[in-house]
């Protein structure tokens, strides 16, 4: 058999044919659309795979940005790219499909950028069976790669045609560029546009189910600095030496592990550095140090994130934070930063829930089983939560995957086609309805 058939064999295999005597026509059009352009759909991402789009490769993001374009404006989509050197990053696309009047405003979310930068190793596709390995295969490229083809199977079907539809993909979603307001302005205004978000990051999957998405913590990222008295090592722990930056910075990291505890509150520690010189490069994820083992270390530095479901949660622990902060050592003192506000928290919602439920009827349909709500603690991060206050919200309408942000990245190539399956009919429903 060609590797071509074994796709299809194996994507029909995912959604039972008796099922689609529960969808309308061009819901079975869209169907057969998704299976009929999987080879196109494939290829497509690995052109995207193959072009570096780190967050800091701005013309890499930029050039990603170009090949999107391409899938969208045959589709009827306005695309524009909107430049942000304020913020240090390559900026986003935003693509627009003006449909009927009085129907519902559908906001599609996914991103370019990946972890992977110009200097990574990781950087070609690689098909190995039904996995596809890559940078961005599945974190974000594969979920952007669902959005085209369910898009294409509605423009197929003709339920596309009076579809309102904005597309924002960042270009800088795993690193974000600051000031964060500048640089998530754009999302946060179509979020107040838009009735419902869909969000194209990975499908989840717990104990082999596919779960539904319906909130997601939010992360504040924090920088320690603590300073103390540089002298020689045999007068540690005195009154005139005290007990020097690097004792103090571990008796704060303790006091969070021991002091912080919430259901859904986390709090990471993923850079620590400290000697008698502790420096952060420009970018903040590397560390120069000095020091002597016979020398008490006057400067320390730690850097981490903190992650939880409500923006309430955040303010305590930031308090108890600042609180451990500023009971220092004798000889020691330290300060916390909590930058710029980072990504908020979507908490779940009747809303997000009922969107759920929509989307399970669409599984149902398809004879596929009902998705249940994955646990908060499962889910990182992401861009959705900035248009959380405004908007009902579904998270991972991607493809599923293993060993994201990591060189084993691989995308499981037939939920591709299952993920865009269920976005078109779920898009197509939404989009038909009235406001």
Not at 38 to 62: D, F, I, K
Not at 78 to 88: E, K
Not at 166 to 193: H, N, Q, Y
Not at 264 to 271: D, E
């Amino acid at each position: 058999m060609t590797s071509r058939f074994l796709i299809a064999f194996s994507a029909l295999l995912m959604i039972p044919a008796a099922a689609s005597a529960a969808l309308s026509p061009p819901e079975r059009r869209m169907l057969a659309t998704v299976d009929a352009e999987q080879a196109r759909t494939l290829a497509m991402l690995e052109r995207w795979v193959n072009q570096n789009s780190g967050s800091h490769n701005l013309a890499g993001v930029e050039a990603v940005g170009r090949m999107v374009r391409a899938e969208l404006e045959p589709l009827g989509f306005t695309v524009r790219w909107v430049p942000l050197p304020q913020t240090g990053r390559a900026g986003h696309l935003i693509a627009t499909h003006k449909g009927a009047a009085g129907r519902k405003r559908l906001l599609l979310i996914g991103h370019l950028d990946t972890v992977f930068e110009l200097d990574s190793p990781f950087q070609r596709w690689e098909r190995k069976g039904d996995k596809g390995h890559g940078p961005g295969a599945a974190d974000d490229k594969g979920g952007v790669a669902v959005m085209i083809a369910a898009l294409r199977a509605m423009h197929a079907a003709g339920t596309l045609r009076g579809a309102n539809v904005e597309v924002v993909l960042t270009g800088d979603e795993e690193d974000s560029g600051t000031p964060l307001e500048l640089a998530r302005a754009d999302l946060v205004a179509a979020g107040k546009r838009a009735d419902a978000a869909l969000d194209f990051e990975g499908l989840a999957q717990d104990n082999g189910l596919d779960m539904g998405s319906i909130a997601r913590r939010g992360v504040l990222d924090w920088t320690l600095k603590v300073s103390g008295r540089s002298a020689h090592s045999s007068g540690v722990f005195s009154a005139s030496a005290g007990f020097g930056a690097n004792y103090e910075l571990a008796r704060i990291m303790d006091s969070f592990r021991r002091e912080l505890t919430e259901v859904n509150l986390t709090y990471n520690v993923g850079l620590v550095a400290g000697g008698t010189t502790a420096k952060l490069d420009k970018d903040e994820v590397r560390a120069e140090v000095t020091g002597k083992t016979n020398i008490i270390a006057a400067q320390a530095i730690a850097r981490g994130d903190l992650r939880a479901i409500e923006p309430e949660q955040l303010d305590r622990a930031m308090a108890k934070m600042r609180a451990i902060v500023a009971a220092s050592l004798p000889g020691a003192k330290a300060e916390i930063d909590f930058g710029d506000g980072g990504y908020p928290p979507m908490p779940p919602t009747p809303g997000n829930q009922a969107l759920l439920d929509r989307l399970n009827l669409v599984n149902r349909d398809l004879g596929l089983a009902a998705m249940a709500p994955l646990d908060p603690l499962k889910r990182g991060a992401g861009d959705i939560s900035f248009v959380a206050r405004d908007v009902d919200g579904l998270i991972g309408l991607g493809p599923s995957s293993s060993g994201d942000h990591t060189p084993e990245e691989a995308v499981d190539i037939p939920s591709i086609f299952k993920q865009a399956k269920r976005a078109a009919i779920l898009m197509g429903r939404l989009a038909a309805e009235r406001r």
